[in-house]
């Protein structure tokens, strides 16, 4: 049997009305009514513009996950994630991206950095587009680099997993952050040879 390749393709749909309907402190929520072809009866959606972010999976030489502790209002949990932010300083790529946020979120740096994920957390309801790298040779920065955190990154717990335990509390659902998911399974597939993780800098 053949084999069949998938791929998610763009598609170019007739915009009738477009409209921001809510601004927001982080992001705002847009309105757009179109049609998929000349046939079809108008369809109006509501979703969350966004800049896109990057997330990462910085693993030590004792195989052991940089993971973060941080508060999300949205669940009302301290949730357990993988370092990430948002694509919000104009110009900058994923890639520098990750590093800074690598810096400034756990005060750390890498030598090696690959990409394990790109993924749509949310495709109904949000333009978010994520992309996960995996980061190794880590080195912490020198103190007088540390980052000066605000806000809830304030309050940040750093803590270095074992990449078992951080596997296992993925697959026994004690963990929920959807990048940490994506790019803990992801990395164990790359790690132990099952899979090839892509350039760094390759296109999204």
Known sequence: ????????????????HQATVFQGAIWDIQRDTFTMTDTDQPLTREYITHPGAVAIVA???????????????PVGQDCWEIPAGL?????????????????EEADLQAADWSVLV??????????????????QGIEELPTDQHHQREAEEAHLILRWIPFDQALHAVLTGAIRNVNAIS???????VL?????????????
């Open 118 to 135: 790109d993924h749509y957390p949310s495709a109904g309801s949000s333009a978010e587009a994520i992309r996960i790298f995996l980061a």
């Open 59 to 73: 693993v030590d030489d004792q195989q052991r996950i940089a993971m973060i502790n941080q508060y999300r209002h």
């Open 183 to 189: 790019g803990i399974l992801a990395a164990h597939l």
């Open 1 to 16: 049997m053949r084999q069949q390749h998938i791929h998610d393709t763009d598609r170019v749909v007739a915009v009738q």
């Open 192 to 204: 132990n040879g099952q899979h090839q993780a892509r350039p760094a800098e390759a296109p999204f």
């Open 87 to 103: 694509l919000d300083v104009e110009g900058e790529s994923h890639l520098v991206t990750a590093q800074r946020e690598l810096a």
